[in-house]
């Protein structure tokens, strides 16, 4: 079956540690996007990525960096830089068909905490 | 300021007791309303696509309809497994960004 695999489930980070959130999918999306959740306060964008070898900053991008090497991957490295790092982090992927909006699809998340 | 708005945040009914969840939004240009479904631990699980103002959408005991300005998820005699958090988004304007509500905690109880 399609879909995207996020790893691993937990996290847990050393002060001053970078550490890489996987994100896969099997759907042939060009679109991925990598969202934080805090209870409370929805989906915020991180970033997100149009097509390979292309992405741009989302509303808290900072602190955090990303790559798009294959259209089928794109991690997320959450780096010493991001002091409240302790979140649910959410992967999702779209079609980017021209003329017609496309769902989102998410994985099941990483679960980021600080040691 | 493009934005979407969830109401209530938590709703406890009973089983049976069908009720509305409500998302506003301010979107100028809306090419697409989404619904999803989230479960604690897990990501959102997509539930319906609306377009157009007066578009309705059904699934189970879920149906979902359109107007200009806001959107509603009617949910018909619940059932305890409908417990979950229930999350609105609008894609912003002439971008690939999508805009989220910060959702509806729904408790059914038996």
């Known amino acids: 079956d399609g879909g995207i695999t996020q790893s691993p489930k937990y996290l847990f980070r050393k002060e001053g540690q970078n550490v890489t959130l996987s994100c896969e999918q099997n759907l042939n999306h060009d679109a991925m996007y990598w969202y934080r959740q805090d209870p409370g306060q929805g989906l915020r964008l991180i970033y997100y990525s149009q097509i390979v070898n292309d992405f741009q900053k989302g509303d808290i991008a900072e602190g955090y960096s990303v790559s798009r090497e294959k259209k089928e991957s794109f991690p997320l490295t959450v780096t010493s830089a991001q002091k409240n790092p302790t979140a649910f982090y959410l992967c999702a992927s779209s079609a980017r068909e021209a003329g017609s909006n496309q769902p989102q699809h998410f994985g099941d998340g990483t679960r980021l905490s600080i040691l | 300021e493009d934005q979407v708005t969830q109401s209530p945040e938590a709703l406890r009914l009973q089983e049976g007791e069908s009720s509305s969840l409500n998302c506003s939004y301010t979107v100028s240009g809306l090419r697409g309303l989404f619904w999803y479904r989230q479960d604690p631990g897990k990501g959102p699980e997509f539930l319906f696509t609306l377009y157009s103002a007066g578009e309705e959408k059904e699934k189970e005991r879920l149906k979902a309809t359109l107007t200009k300005k806001e959107s509603f998820l009617h949910i018909t005699a619940p059932k305890p497994e409908d417990s979950a958090t229930y999350l609105c988004?609008?894609?912003?304007?002439?971008?690939?960004?999508?805009?989220f509500g910060t959702g509806t905690r729904l408790k059914v109880l038996a």
């Open positions: 988004a609008v894609q912003a304007p002439g971008t690939y960004k999508y805009i």
